[in-house]
Nanobody, 127 residues
Framework: QVQLVESGGGLVQPGGSLRLSCVAS????????IGWFRRAPGKQREGVSC????????HYAASVKGRFTVSRDNAKNTAYLEMDNLKPEDTAVYYC????????????????????WGLGTQVTVSS
């Protein structure tokens, strides 16, 4: 029963904020990096962020750096993606994924690194 469940998506106006949650079960959450990905309509899935299992170091896509913040609470088996100053181009289905590793790779957005995936949560940014 390995599971990653995203929540917190919804409809917000440009400039608004959302916090996504990723609740994990059935595996050693604290031994896995957590990556966040998104897939916008008509586009390929892209990496958004990664937080490591070891020192909680983080990586961000250039398009979200300074606006998004990834964090994790291992006691709750939960990772978060705080999204501020949202833009219409942030509209996408957001996914969390788990990679059994200590550190996020420089190529953290390489999907093949990740063993487990959630089903995603919709984020729509529109006025």
């Amino acid at each position: 029963q390995v599971q990653l469940v995203e929540s917190g998506g919804g409809l917000v106006q440009p400039g608004g904020s959302l916090r996504l949650s990723c609740v994990a079960s059935g595996f050693s959450f604290d031994a896995h990096n957590i990556g966040w990905f998104r897939r916008a309509p008509g586009k390929q899935r892209e990496g958004v962020s990664c937080i490591s299992s070891s020192d909680r170091s983080t990586h961000y896509a250039a398009s979200v750096k300074g606006r998004f913040t990834v964090s994790r609470d291992n006691a709750k088996n939960t990772a978060y993606l705080e999204m501020d100053n949202l833009k219409p181009e942030d509209t996408a289905v957001y996914y969390c994924a788990a990679d059994r590793a200590f550190y996020c790779s420089e190529n953290y957005d390489y999907e093949e690194l990740y063993n487990y995936w959630g089903l995603g949560t919709q984020v729509t940014v529109s006025s």
